[in-house]
């Protein structure tokens, strides 16, 4: 295991008994490649079996027993604690946890007992001197140091990434909660000797991510120190389903890679620390897709036509930066469009993601009334775009619409779902607008999957593109920008197949 390139996955249990500890070892041994016995959280009438369930455990194991000052469960004495640490020490265990500021002779260490992982944890924020604080931590050269820190931003990201890849190997540095996630999935950039998981529905630590998303979702064993990454960022981004997208495509294609989520407070910050962890690629949200503009080396005309970046791309060293909610709206039409069904649209809103659709569909020469709530923005988007305005509220409104009706695309947030009730008929932001049937209406809208305006449109014989479609239409596009290749075939199928 020393010699190991590629970081550790350690499972810490969550169980409060051995017995449920041993069952969660043996349900996760396939994913993981040791575990971390968290004494700390089991039951007390437990603490004895421990030196029992070293001997039984059919993986390596570390034994720790946290504070409740460094985040974990314990809150017994502390004399109570050594005299377990103790015992730990002379049980078959490989690792043993032991705290920076325990005292020299607190614990007293066998010849051959287990190596001794020599923490030190803040679970407030992110201490400054991290590189000489690590070198601080091994008392021996046998001991491996382990710093887990809070991070509450980008600029402490980079600062825990810096000092982890300047610090002597072996050691183990993590960023606790949601800012730390990448220093959890990309542990092999930062050259850490193990990250820790764990699953049951309870975490272990702030940040854990379970061992199937950390293999499954985010590729953790195909990781290695060169690995190309390409990632999300935004805030929030714990909701997205963006990794998992590009992920399983990076897989399929056999493309060496990884898509990890970070959550990032300010982008230009972000893109400092991007080489330290090799990104190569990004897709961008809310509330950076206007702001990583001003950051772009070469900006893609679609930037400029959608008014906003979504995709950055490393390109010769520099940031070129892309907008493919444009290309992605525009996949489910494109044979529509060649066959020459769609030459005058209505498109409702006037939002972000309506100047993208609105310069789509303009560059494609198809002809496009803006229909808004708002008619001076509305007005404004038609004009910079060569398109004709209305108000939703106009009184022939149902007669304009019938003008551009070749397409109806709905582009305002009317539909979505809420979390207190689900989308009622009066969710459809053009209700009283008859439909005839020959029209394609596509709700951007992705959730729910059928809108209320889908729903009637689906009765009234229409055509229907679902707002999904043009979510995995902008992510091929991305992917295609990042790697070079197309999205695979087959799990494009798969993907829309589970469409509704
Ligand atoms: P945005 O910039 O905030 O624009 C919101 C639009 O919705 C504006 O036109 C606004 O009209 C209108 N609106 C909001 N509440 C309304 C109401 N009660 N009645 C009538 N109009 C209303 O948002 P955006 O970025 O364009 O996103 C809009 C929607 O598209 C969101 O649901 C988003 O999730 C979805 N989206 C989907 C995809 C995809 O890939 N499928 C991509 C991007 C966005 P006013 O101008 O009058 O305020």
Redesign the pocket.
């Known amino acids: 295991m020393e010699g190991t390139a590629r970081p550790l996955l350690c499972l810490s249990l969550t169980e409060p008994n051995l017995g449920a500890c041993l069952d969660q070892v043996r349900a996760h041994r396939h994913l993981v490649d040791m575990v971390e016995l968290r004494v700390d959280l089991l039951h007390p009438a437990h603490w004895g079996g421990i030196a029992r369930f070293a001997s039984e455990c059919p993986l390596p194991a570390l034994c720790t027993i946290r504070r409740t000052r460094d985040g974990g469960g314990w809150v017994a004495p502390e004399a109570v604690r050594r005299r377990l640490l103790t015992a730990a020490a002379r049980a078959p265990f490989r690792f043993l946890d032991l705290e920076s500021d325990l005292p020299a002779g607190a614990v007293p260490l066998p010849r051959h007992g287990p190596r001794i992982v020599r923490s030190l944890h803040d679970i407030a924020g992110t201490p400054q001197h991290l590189p000489a604080l690590l070198r601080s931590l091994p008392r021996s050269g046998r001991e491996i140091p382990k710093l887990a820190v809070t991070p509450h931003g980008c600029a402490d990201l980079a600062r825990i990434v810096g000092a982890a890849q300047a610090a002597p190997r072996p050691h183990i540095v993590i960023g606790m909660g949601d800012f730390g996630v990448p220093t959890r999935l990309l542990a092999a950039k930062l050259g850490s000797w193990l990250t820790f998981t764990s699953t049951g529905g309870r975490t272990a630590a702030p940040g854990h991510l379970d061992p199937h998303a950390m293999q499954r979702r985010y590729r953790f064993g195909a990781v290695g120190a060169t690995t190309p990454v390409y990632g999300l960022i935004g805030n929030p981004v714990a909701h997205s389903r963006s990794p998992q997208i590009h992920n399983r495509g990076l897989a399929a294609a056999g493309v060496p890679g990884v898509y990890v989520p970070f959550l990032v407070d300010e982008a230009a910050r972000f893109l400092d620390l991007a080489a330290a962890l090799g990104v190569r690629g990004l897709s961008v949200t809310i509330p950076h897709k206007e702001t990583v503009m001003d950051l772009l080396d070469r900006a893609d005309r679609s930037v400029s036509g959608a008014g906003a970046c979504n995709t950055l791309v490393q390109e010769r060293g520099r940031w070129a930066g892309y907008n493919t ?1 444009a290309a ?2 525009m996949e489910p039409l494109a044979a529509m469009l060649a066959g020459g069904r769609i030459r005058r649209a209505t498109v409702i ?6 100047r993208a659709i609105v310069w789509a569909l303009r560059e494609e020469r198809v002809d496009v009334l803006i229909a ?3 008619l001076p ?1 509305a007005q404004a988007l038609a004009a910079q775009m060569d398109a004709e305005a209305v108000a ?1 509220t106009a009184p022939d409104l149902a007669q304009r619409i019938a003008r551009y009706s070749d397409l109806i695309v709905q ?4 539909g ?1 779902e809420r979390h207190d009730a689900a989308p009622a008929a009066q969710d459809d ?1 053009i209700a009283h607008v008859p439909l005839a049937g020959h029209e394609v209406v596509y709700d ?3 959730a729910p999957p059928e809108t209320p305006l889908l729903k009637r449109a689906r009765a009234a014989g229409c055509e229907i593109v679902f ?2 479609e ?2 995995l239409g ?1 992510a091929y596009a991305q992917f295609h920008l990042f790697t070079g290749v197309q999205y695979p075939a087959a799990e494009r199928r798969r993907l829309q197949e589970a469409r509704p």
Request: net charge positive; proline share 4%.
């Open positions: 909610d992605g709206f809103g006037a939002g972000g993601a309506a808004n709530r708002t923005r939703l582009s305002t947030s009317v979505m932001p951007i809208v992705y707002g999904r043009m979510l902008q």
